[in-house]
């Protein structure tokens, strides 16, 4: 005990004498709160065993921070770099020896101004961007906790934080109490879960002795890649998808999905899969998932509802109905990174049966599982083994705001996307392709090439922003993710849009 006070006096010194600890915190007064934490930290906690270089680390992550967010708010987007010039542009090599912090902290500094800007108000390229600040609190402790999610033993609370999420949503979509889940690393994985879950109940020989029998599973055309890619991974080969067209819309069109399926029966292929897609990449468009889970239901086929870009829905009292039938689905997933703003990756995987899971992705392993039993140990119902603990963040935006503090995130996106598609409608040199209930708005400007827009945008460090196709028409997609956007943020998109046009192509 003595040697601890002795080591925690010389350490509360060295964090007097930090050359963080001048400037930086006279600098903004409400950070001195964050040295009178750690020195409480310090005072009350006897046992420290985490490194003292880690005080030293967070203050650089508070500045650097600081840097970050500053640069955000003023430029909202980073000067490209072409790529091949990256290795020039950076120290990026690692040598035998290290650096010393005060370069590290400038080399950081460097990198991290010039990696696109996903939170800026200039980014609309992929389908996330802006960050909510307490899921980021939350990550943030995730990173320092350094859990895995596995067992009971290692992540203690950590385990009913994850399943009273799960249990939430699984109110939210009605169902069973018999349900379970987990938080993959994504979507393509959340998808992938369901199509191997579905895979041994159809065939329960292919968790054993392989598959031996044609399995086919259904999506629509314009669902996401990851279940092509999944087919592959599964052993059900990538030959076994059936595409099934799509209406105007780019929805999925039942008559075809079970035309398809009585086709394969006859020639003795097994269907098993269906996969309905809540809001298509490109389009946003929405599977009919109620006239779908009465095929799947008829023909016996596991229903799988890919919601990873719009299944948020389920939060909002305006936007539910987009779901009607999501309660006859057997599985269900969705994207909090997608439009909730938790980082990277966020992905919520629920199973309308907790056995299915366990039945697929449960495993012995004694020198794991050594105590509690396989409700507390996540690890049997999971894909991986050492999981990150993506709960907390998503649990810590959700406690904040409430359940109603997220229908309102969700309502706001739709609400911008309408402001982008009001514009467009009103405005004679715009084309819209997307139709209404979708956070993709898809349009082209008078007579330019998309592909050119998008890329000039880029090269310029205008606007970041992607092209799409859907029935032969290709055109810019704006997606509407970014909830801390304003009405003026979105229109500003068209402004930059026409003002770049006139003057530079
Ligand atoms: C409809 C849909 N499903 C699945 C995914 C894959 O999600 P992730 O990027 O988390 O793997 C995406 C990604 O854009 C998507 O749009």
Same mark, same amino acid.
């Given at each position: 005990m003595t040697a601890n006070i002795v080591k925690n006096t010389l350490f509360l010194k060295r964090r007097q004498e930090s050359p963080y600890n001048s400037g930086f915190y006279k600098e903004k007064d409400k950070h001195a709160n964050y040295t009178s934490y750690f020195s409480n930290f310090a005072k009350n906690n006897?046992? $420290? $065993?985490?490194?003292?270089q880690l005080f030293d680390d967070l203050h650089i992550f508070h500045s650097l921070a600081n840097e970050l967010i500053t640069d955000f708010n003023e430029k909202g987007i980073s000067s490209k770099i072409n790529s091949k010039d990256l290795l020039q542009k950076f120290n990026l090599s690692l040598n035998n020896e290290g650096l010393e912090d005060k370069e590290l902290k400038e080399l950081l500094k460097d990198l991290i101004l010039h990696t696109p800007k996903t939170s800026g108000k200039l980014f609309f390229n992929q389908l996330f961007g802006g960050l909510n600040s307490k899921a980021v609190l939350g990550d943030l402790l995730a990173v320092l906790l350094n859990n895995s999610m596995a067992t009971y033993k290692i992540a203690g609370p950590m385990v009913e934080v994850e399943k009273e999420i799960l249990r939430k949503i699984s109110q939210l979509i009605s169902y069973p109490d018999s349900s379970g889940g987990t938080l993959p690393t994504g979507g393509s994985m959340s998808n992938f879960m369901a199509l191997i879950i579905s895979r041994d109940k159809k065939c329960s020989k292919s968790r054993i002795s392989g598959n031996t029998q044609n399995l086919i599973c259904y999506t629509s055309e314009n669902s996401h890649y990851s279940i092509g890619k999944n087919a592959s991974f599964s052993g059900i080969g990538r030959e076994n998808v059936r595409y099934i067209k799509t209406n105007e819309k780019g929805e999925m069109i039942p008559d075809l999905l079970r035309t398809e399926i009585e086709k394969d029966k006859e020639k003795a292929f097994i269907p098993f899969f269906v996969n309905a897609t809540l809001g298509t990449t490109v389009m946003g468009a929405i599977d009919p998932i109620y006239d779908i889970s009465k095929i799947c239901k008829q023909h016996d086929l596991w229903l799988h509802i890919d919601g990873c870009y719009s299944g948020s829905v389920i939060f909002s009292k305006k936007y539910k109905h987009f779901v009607k039938g999501i309660e006859h689905s057997d599985s269900f997933c969705f994207n909090p990174h997608k439009t909730l703003g938790t980082p990277l990756s966020t992905s919520i995987f629920l199973v309308k049966n907790q056995k299915d899971l366990h039945d697929s992705f449960s495993n012995k392993a004694e020198y794991l599982y050594q105590t509690d039993d396989d409700e507390y140990n996540l690890g049997q119902t999971s894909f991986e083994c050492g999981r990150r603990n993506n709960a907390l963040k998503f649990w810590t935006l959700w406690k904040s705001v409430g359940t109603n503090g997220i229908a309102k995130m969700v309502d706001q996106n739709y609400h911008l996307a309408n402001v982008a598609r009001d514009y467009i409608t009103n405005n004679k040199d715009y084309t819209l392709y997307s139709f209404e209930d979708s956070l993709s708005v898809c349009f082209n400007y008078k007579n330019y090439d998309p592909k050119i827009i998008c890329t000039e945008l880029y090269n310029h460090n205008k606007l970041m922003i992607g092209y799409g196709k859907h029935k032969g028409n290709e055109f810019i997609r704006l997606v509407s993710i970014n909830r801390e956007n304003s009405e003026e943020n979105i229109l500003n998109v068209f402004k930059v849009i026409e003002t770049f046009c006139k003057n530079n192509l």
């Open positions: 006897f046992t $420290i $065993i985490m490194s003292e």
